[in-house]
């Protein structure tokens, strides 16, 4: 939708793109003298909600950001440690700068600058990377698997969830691999849609926050339930 400072709108019915946008909005913070920071996928994010995002001025917007940026750590840190210890449950590694990628995804993978997730594709039958087809984004990787881990907030994007999975499916069969999924403490929807698309042996649980990790397909400690 929008982001408002004063009188001035940025977004919505504006003619030019939400990175443009955004470049407008960290100009407008340093002309204001607030050094603007690492918010522009914070921006960019609000630029797109579907929700109008009001400011009386540019110092307002300022500790916004710095507070949406503190939560936005906090969260990661806690996704960071999710991951640790995934990795540790089936010797793999984090995808996003925790070491070389796997010898069977050399040619079919895109690594993002700046920490973010690496990308992978599909193998076609002639050993080529197949970009016809949607590749997927993943959290932690080895030489025989290729997986996503997440928390309860999956549950809000079920669908995408659904379609993440799925993509993990099919990426995996192509090369051979097992797709594995890690539903956090708390994410019952997201746990089920895994264990329809890559069956309870390829999914993990959480019995309790913060718990170790069970296979699906593996005996429910006495000690705890399923949420």
Not at 25 to 41: C, Q, T
Not at 58 to 70: G, I, K, R, W
Not at 191 to 218: C, E, F, I, K
Request: proline share 7%; net charge neutral; aromatic share 6%.
């Amino acid at each position: 939708m929008t982001i408002t400072v004063g009188t001035t709108m940025f977004g919505g019915p504006n003619p030019t793109t939400p990175g443009q946008q955004v470049k407008l909005l960290v100009n407008a913070l340093v002309a204001a003298g607030i050094k603007p920071g690492s918010y522009g996928n914070i921006l960019a994010r609000w630029i797109k909600d579907v929700t109008d995002h009001p400011f009386p001025d540019y110092a307002a917007l300022a500790a916004a950001l710095t507070s949406a940026e503190a939560v936005g750590a906090q969260r990661n840190a806690v996704g960071d440690r999710r991951e640790a210890d995934a990795c540790k449950v089936v010797n793999a590694w984090v995808g996003r700068g925790g070491g070389p990628a796997p010898a069977w995804a050399v040619g079919f993978h895109d690594l993002p600058p700046g920490g973010q997730d690496p990308t992978v594709w599909a193998r076609q039958a002639d050993g080529t990377r197949n970009e016809k087809a949607a590749p997927v984004k993943v959290d932690i990787w080895a030489e025989d698997l290729l997986g996503i881990v997440g928390g309860g907030a999956k549950d809000g994007r079920i669908n995408d969830f659904a379609r993440v999975v799925e993509e993990l499916r099919i990426v995996c069969a192509s090369h051979g691999i097992r797709p594995v999924v890690f539903a956090g403490f708390g994410a019952t929807d997201s746990r089920d849609r895994a264990v329809a698309v890559v069956g309870a042996q390829n999914t993990y649980v959480q019995d309790v926050h913060d718990g170790p990790w069970r296979l699906m397909s593996d005996p429910v400690p006495s000690s705890s339930t399923l949420p």
